[in-house]
């Protein structure tokens, strides 16, 4: 079977989505049933260390709507795999991942214009599509809340997890800090996590730094790993996920997660990370606060969270892909 597997990204600089892609690139090689397949990544520019068609095309946009098209129409595949893209106007078969309706649940975090535009475009491409992968219940729900999708070909797939082995070891004596990575948009909630911080250093007198990391400032995959890795405790309160990566990655190199309890965050994390109510920045504090002096309760969401992240391996996403794709 010929399938065209979509990559418009840039994955040198990766956050979730683009993690998502790159890993499912690298993995759906190394699954049992590849043999039987053959697979094309179509991109407009090359993808380092992936083998790539190169489907050049001298404007910034409509790449997929008249190059890709072209390209299907000229050299069609039996099913064309859209991991974080847009519809091509000619294609026999699609499969697409939909990764999250944020700018449904959390509107005011988005402006008029992003609202109407991610909601025609996911949902015609949720429309359009013969099946549809999506990393959690919850964004399967959400779909045919929002959008009335036929459940039956809604496709629950939980992405992976990598734990970096390759970062420095824990720096002993070194400046105490909370860590927070991740997006920097509104739905981020960075403001509430700065009004608990304030908390934390009034009422509770702590001594630790608040370090705010991630793509948006951005940050090396050294950086980041390093970050975590000497971190005392990793927050993440997200007003709305279709996942949630930076939390997995926190629990594989055994720091303890304050998250939110909104969203596919319970789902992803249950009772392997302390939640909170994230529009509260008091419960947000007290949480950090619990974590931070309660040596038992630490440890025990040390233990859970390495627990949990065993759910999540590529290697079973890509599996489990490929069976939805090529069926």
């Known amino acids: 079977m010929k399938i065209g597997i979509v990559n418009g990204l840039n994955l040198n600089k990766r956050t979730g989505v683009e993690e998502y892609v790159y890993q499912l690139l690298k993995h759906l090689p190394l699954v049992d049933d590849n043999k039987n397949h053959q697979f094309f990544l179509l991109a407009p520019s090359a993808v380092e260390g992936l083998n790539t068609k190169v489907l050049k095309w001298p404007f910034k946009n409509f790449w997929t709507q008249i190059r890709l098209s ?53 949902k015609r491409n949720a429309k359009k599509a013969d099946k549809i992968i999506v990393p959690s219940e919850f964004v399967k729900n959400d779909l045919i809340k929002f959008y009335k999708i036929n459940p ?19 720096i002993e004596n070194s400046k105490k800090y909370i860590l927070y990575l991740g997006g920097y ?45 000497n971190a005392d405790i990793m927050v993440y309160p997200s007003l709305c996920e279709g996942f949630g990566f930076p939390p997995l990655e926190a629990q594989s190199l055994g720091i303890p997660v304050v998250s939110s309890n909104v ?65």
């Open 70 to 122: 072209r390209e299907m129409l000229k050299n069609p595949v039996d099913i064309l795999f859209i991991p974080a893209h847009t519809f091509p106007y000619f294609a026999k078969k699609v499969v697409i991942t939909v990764h999250g309706l944020e700018f449904e649940n959390v509107p005011q975090a988005y402006s008029w214009f992003e609202r109407i535009k991610l909601r025609f475009l996911t």
């Open 152 to 170: 039956e070909k809604i496709f629950v797939v939980y992405h992976g997890i990598v734990k970096n082995e390759n970062c420095k070891l824990k």
């Open 185 to 229: 948009q509104a739905r981020k909630n960075i403001d509430n996590l700065k009004k608990a911080y304030a908390i934390l250093k009034d009422k509770y007198k702590i001594q630790h730094e608040l370090i705010l990391a991630g793509a948006d400032k951005y940050v090396s995959e050294e950086e980041k790993w390093n970050l975590l890795r």
């Open 263 to 327: 969203s596919a965050i319970p789902e992803i994390l249950g009772d392997s990370a302390l939640l909170v109510n994230p529009q509260s920045p008091e419960e947000i504090a007290e949480a950090i606060y619990k974590v931070l002096t309660d040596e038992n309760l630490r440890n025990n969401l040390i233990k859970k969270g390495q627990e949990n992240i065993k759910r999540f391996s590529w290697l079973n996403c890509a599996k489990e892909t490929l069976k939805i794709i090529a069926s």
